[in-house]
């Protein structure tokens, strides 16, 4: 937990002119136009690491404990986090006692405190208890396991806080062991303690170089090497059966830039093993939307996995501060989820709970409060919708819900008009919820909406939520998609349909050139997400149908079939019979008749990669692979 940096969102409220005769433009209205046509990232939830409050809140009493993850948990009356990060420590070398960040809680254990010893399943019992006790509480919890750093015994300096220097602190020969620890860990999560992590993450702002020995919290210098971490960690995920169910996530960078930079840097082999980019947003803050352009060309999610107030100047409000950092991150890099460092720091700027761990209490402060009025409404499965000013966002629930949030840091009243022309059908009313300081999150009458636009006044120094059902329709316009393809080194062609001899190459580079995402599939189980594919030394086998889907940065679908043909007498091209069952079916409102399947069929559902994601079709829009018995069958859902 580091950073630098921040960015400023600043205010839409109108400068005060009065001027004899004329309205004063404080009275002038900010139209903000919300369309249901640009739908960006399937929001997953939000969340905190446990780390390390839940080292210590573990300690307290079974009520009190049911109090604290109540305010954490609940959706109606707390927070209504769903996501939780669990620090795999790795345990300091005997006679260490440095770690005393966190009220002490930065001293996590670790599993296995010497490399000839055996695993010690009862080391951490206070993260695991809150761990434990927290996925039998929250419906659908997403879990995560991170790492600060290795088990002393692999380190170079023998210190889990770092190199003397802040370099690299993983032994070379033990990135295998490492991985087989973290592995063997997350296994014995889900036999013994039924908890299991969708992903596994190595680091924690591995290329920040700040993490040195004798420090007070756990840190790795991983600068170098990090595809060859992800890579063993894969490898060992998979060996014990817990991939693609349980996969990796990367990198944790402390700034946006480095995250971005080390992805551009992962093997495709690596890729192959990740689920999500998880990047802190302390700072490179520029690059938000470079780092979500990237990673969805890959087909992988956003996270930002953990932030906080480092370094921040001015004397803006904390709670509105934080309030701007979470628009920007869900806005511009489009992030998945939001996650929280710590939500009980001792720190007061960098808390949403102040923690009395000796007299087991807790207090909210207005941080707390601001992050409800964006969790208790913006749920997990809500669709993040374009909404034209960076002082608001917009979200459509599952349950058809609009809701739209607005921030008003500044000291004077800000007038919105919401243009909601684009629905087809929106509710007549909203219900409103405001923050205000010094922190309070209270229901306010509910606003008329006049046909389908909406006006309020935004009071300064507050976040006002608004919620109206009954929303419906929207128009995705995909782009048009050019299907070129050339041979050898010759000029490029579009065309659908190529004839190729044996051992020439091929690529076929369809347009757009550039931005979206594209997710194609082929003959010989035949997977990319590049846009140009490239083949050599082609032979028959290589003949068939190649399909690309491609999703554009608002969501919208194209695709297109080139259909490929290899002459080659020893592996002549057959037209697959075309009678039997297509293999992509639309499932209309994800009924589960059109797919063939009773409602309580057993199946198996997976993403274009193969990785697991549920046993049921309640999914976002989009392709996925269900596995019913021995059948796989390609599902497309509207």
């Known amino acids: 937990m580091m950073g630098f940096g921040r960015k400023n969102i600043f205010s839409c409220a109108a400068v005060a002119l009065c001027l004899a005769g004329f309205a004063s433009e404080s009275q002038a209205q900010t139209k903000v136009v919300v369309d249901p046509g640009k739908r960006y990232q399937v929001f997953e939830g939000w969340g905190t690491s446990l780390c390390w409050w839940a080292v210590k809140a573990g300690a307290w009493s079974e009520s009190n404990r049911s109090k604290l993850l109540g305010a954490i948990a609940d959706p109606d009356t707390g927070l209504g986090y769903t996501i939780f990060r669990y620090n795999i420590g790795g345990g300091d070398q005997p006679g260490h006692n440095h770690l005393d960040k966190g009220d002490g809680g930065a001293n996590v254990p670790g599993y296995k405190p010497t490399e000839k010893g055996d695993f010690d399943w009862t080391a951490d ?4 208890t809150i761990a434990i006790e927290l996925s039998k509480r929250v419906k659908s919890p997403i879990f995560e396991a991170f790492s600060n750093s290795p088990p002393w015994w692999m380190t170079k ?18 990135f295998d062991d490492f991985a087989d ?36 919290q756990e840190g790795c210098g991983f600068k170098n090497n990090q595809t060859k971490m992800i890579v063993e960690l894969g490898k060992a995920l998979q060996k014990k059966g817990l991939f693609p169910e349980t996969s990796v996530s990367a990198a944790d960078e402390t700034n946006i830039g480095d995250a971005l930079n080390q992805f551009n840097k992962y093997s495709s082999e690596a890729l192959s093993y990740m689920f999500q980019v998880n990047t802190h ?6 690059n938000r939307a470079k780092l979500f352009n990237a990673a969805f060309a890959k087909d992988k999610k956003v996270w930002q996995s953990e932030t906080g107030p480092l370094h921040k100047s001015g004397d803006e409000n904390i709670a509105l501060w934080m309030a701007g950092v979470i628009l920007a991150d869900l806005r511009d890099m489009k992030a998945s989820a939001w996650v929280d460092w710590q939500i009980g720091d001792p720190a007061e700027n960098w808390r949403s709970l102040a923690l009395n761990h000796s007299k ?11 992050h409800a009025a964006f969790s208790r409404y913006i749920r997990p499965g809500s669709r993040i919708i374009d909404s034209d000013n960076g002082n608001t966002l917009a979200a459509l629930r599952e349950d058809g819900s609009l809701v739209l949030v607005v921030r008003n840091s500044g000291s004077s009243d800000a007038k919105y008009s919401f ?13 409103v919820y405001r923050f205000e300081l010094p922190g309070s999150l209270k229901a306010l009458s509910d606003i008329a909406l006049s046909g389908k636009s909406l006006s309020m006044t935004a009071p300064g120094q507050t976040i006002t939520t608004m919620v109206i059902s009954g929303a419906e329709g929207g128009v995705c316009t995909p782009d048009t998609i050019i299907p070129y393809v ?5 000029g490029w062609n579009e065309t659908t349909d190529v004839q190729v001899n044996k051992g020439d190459s091929l690529v076929i580079g369809p347009h757009p050139w550039e931005g979206g995402r594209w997710v194609w599939s082929g003959p010989k189980d035949f997977k990319s997400t590049d846009r140009e594919i490239r083949f050599k030394n082609m032979d028959g086998t290589m003949s068939g149908y ?28 057959v037209e697959p019979d075309t009678t039997q069952e297509d293999s992509t079916t639309a499932i209309r409102n994800r009924n589960l008749v059109d797919f063939a399947i009773c409602p309580n069929d057993p199946i198996q559902v997976f993403d274009m990669q193969g990785r697991f994601l549920g046993k049921s079709l309640k999914l976002a829009p989009g392709t996925y692979l269900v596995r019913r018995g021995i059948r796989l069958q390609q599902v497309r859902i509207k």
């Open 546 to 573: 190649y399909k690309a889907v491609h999703t554009n940065a608002s969501g919208c679908d194209a695709s297109v079939t080139i259909k490929v043909v290899v002459d080659d007498p020893e592996n002549p091209f």
């Open 419 to 431: 243009d909601l022309t684009a629905f087809d059908k929106i509710g007549t009313s909203a219900k």
């Open 486 to 490: 050339k041979v050898h080194d010759g």
């Open 157 to 174: 300096s023998g210190c889990v806080s770092g190199s003397s220097d802040g370099s690299d602190n993983l032994k070379e020969d033990y």
């Open 281 to 286: 947003s302390y700072s490179g803050g520029d």
């Open 360 to 370: 087991q209490t807790f207090t909210p402060n207005a941080r707390y409060y601001m």
């Open 125 to 128: 019992p206070y993260q695991r």
């Open 181 to 216: 620890y973290l592995s063997e860990v997350a296994l014995h999560f889900k036999k013994e303690w039924g908890i299991t992590f969708r992903t596994v993450e190595p680091f924690n702002e591995p290329s920040a170089g700040w993490w040195k020995s004798n420090g007070g």
